[in-house]
């Protein structure tokens, strides 16, 4: 069983910053992405960025040169940080990792149980 254990999210103003981090731990064979999502009330969750194992990444587009997304820690870790956050921004971000297990060789997605981020305008 892997846990992935959130932190980092708060309440801050329009045009502040925010770094998000997610550290995985448990029986994993290899970690072959790692990123973050996030649902508003009322809506979808959605992607907003994600890091995969060669250091490919990909941002949604309304975060593309406002968040950028790394891994530390023997790649067990995936940070976010946020800058020049929007109102729009606000939401229950959500940790994902793709992790190949150790026993069985297959690749099992896991969440996180999400962490808050408000954003005032």
């Known amino acids: 069983q892997v846990q992935l254990v959130e932190s980092g999210g708060g309440l801050v103003q329009a045009g502040g910053s925010l770094r998000l981090s997610c550290a995985a731990s448990g029986s994993m064979f290899s970690i072959n992405a790692m990123g973050w999502y996030r649902q508003a009330p009322g809506k979808q969750r959605e992607l907003v960025a994600a890091i995969r194992s060669g250091g490919s990444t990909n941002f949604a587009d309304s975060v593309k040169g406002r968040f950028t997304i790394s891994r530390a820690n023997a790649k067990n870790t995936v940070l976010l940080q946020m800058n020049s956050l929007k109102p729009e921004d606000t939401a229950v971000y959500y940790c994902?990792?793709?992790?190949?297990?150790?026993?069985?060789?297959?690749?099992?997605?896991?969440w996180g149980q999400g962490t808050q981020v408000t954003v005032s305008s």
């Open positions: 994902a990792a793709e992790v190949l297990g150790l026993a069985t060789m297959t690749e099992t997605t896991y």
